[in-house]
């Protein structure tokens, strides 16, 4: 559920409001200054409508007239617009020229932090935020050659037949075929799919009990790391390679070997040899595009076996 469809959540404005409970302040600004924290945060970004009066005062178990002046409040400070037949809405300016964060928005103390209340910054095992992630701009598609991994050109896609497949999926029979869980086995459909059709364009030849189908490629690397890699198993990665995959090996173990590459793809020597698992994108490295060499892929067959 996005946090912008959260807000609409009873629950939710209800732990909000608790939030802001701080002594000094009255109902009235209680209810104002949860807004004001929400729509600062980007919780209620501009232009949303916010609960009815009558809603929000049911939801918060308080009288409608406190929400009524909390509302009337906040027109008044530009926060908030009224709209004839149509209710409240976030005002479509109010983040113009504002830097500061929630906190800013009143002039009450800080408030407490209450002892019991758990500090989960002090559980993580690790912390995904400092890790490398791919970045993409934002208006990659108003540019003449956008090189940004993980995108599809939309004039070479198959959008009609994409769509035509889409629709066949999505009738009441293939809905039925597909839809229920089943437990310990994929769709036998697609599984027959991707063994006749997919794989064997790939050099690949499986058994249907050979192939498990996953979310996407993290989903399946992140199950195999789970599988294969403990705190002490050494991990040989592509330099420069799949971001995604230094980070899920990362979480799993402190060894990640970085592993140099020209234009034949992972250099191969003695380097390999203290490695227990090697991550390689030989058909189309990442991000380099360079293909691995026969040889070296001879190479790199010759010390797994």
């Known amino acids: 559920m996005s946090s912008q469809a959260a807000m609409h959540q009873p629950v939710m404005w209800e732990r909000l409001f608790e939030r802001e409970s701080a002594p000094n302040l009255s109902l009235q600004g209680r ?3 949860m807004l004001v924290s929400a729509i600062l945060s980007g919780h209620l970004p501009p232009g949303m409508p916010v609960p009815s009066s009558r809603q929000l005062a049911d939801q918060l178990r308080i009288a409608r007239n406190t929400v009524v002046f909390a509302y009337q409040q906040l027109v008044s400070e530009g926060y908030l617009v009224s709209r004839e037949r149509s209710g409240h809405f976030v005002c479509d300016s109010v983040m113009q020229g504002h830097s500061g964060s929630a906190s800013d928005a009143a002039p009450s103390a800080p408030e407490a932090e209450p002892p019991d209340r758990v500090r989960w910054d002090e559980r993580l095992r690790f912390r995904p935020s400092r890790q490398r992630n791919i970045t993409k701009p934002q208006d990659w598609q108003k540019q003449p050659y956008p090189f940004v991994y993980g995108q599809f050109d939309a004039d070479l896609f198959p959008t009609a037949e994409w769509r035509e497949c889409c629709i066949k999926a ?30 064997p364009r790939r050099g690949v030849w499986a058994d249907a009990e050979e192939i498990v189908i996953t979310v996407g490629a993290q989903h399946a690397l992140y199950l195999l790391a789970d599988l294969l890699v403990n705190e002490d198993t050494v991990v040989g990665m592509e330099d420069p390679g799949y ?31 203290g490695c227990d698992y090697l991550f390689v994108t030989p058909g189309h490295q990442c991000p380099t595009t360079v293909t691995l060499s026969a040889e070296r892929r001879e190479t790199l067959l010759a010390l797994a076996r």
Do not use: K, Y
């Open 243 to 273: 971001p995604d995959a230094r980070n899920i090996f990362a979480s799993h173990t402190r060894h990640l070997l970085p592993m140099p590459v020209d234009e034949g793809g992972l250099c191969t020597g003695t380097h390999l040899l």
């Open 170 to 199: 999505l009738s009441v029979l293939d809905i039925r075929s597909w839809a229920p869980d089943l437990i310990t086995h994929d769709d036998p459909a697609l599984i027959e799919q991707i063994r006749t059709q997919v794989l």
């Open 31 to 33: 209810v104002r200054q």
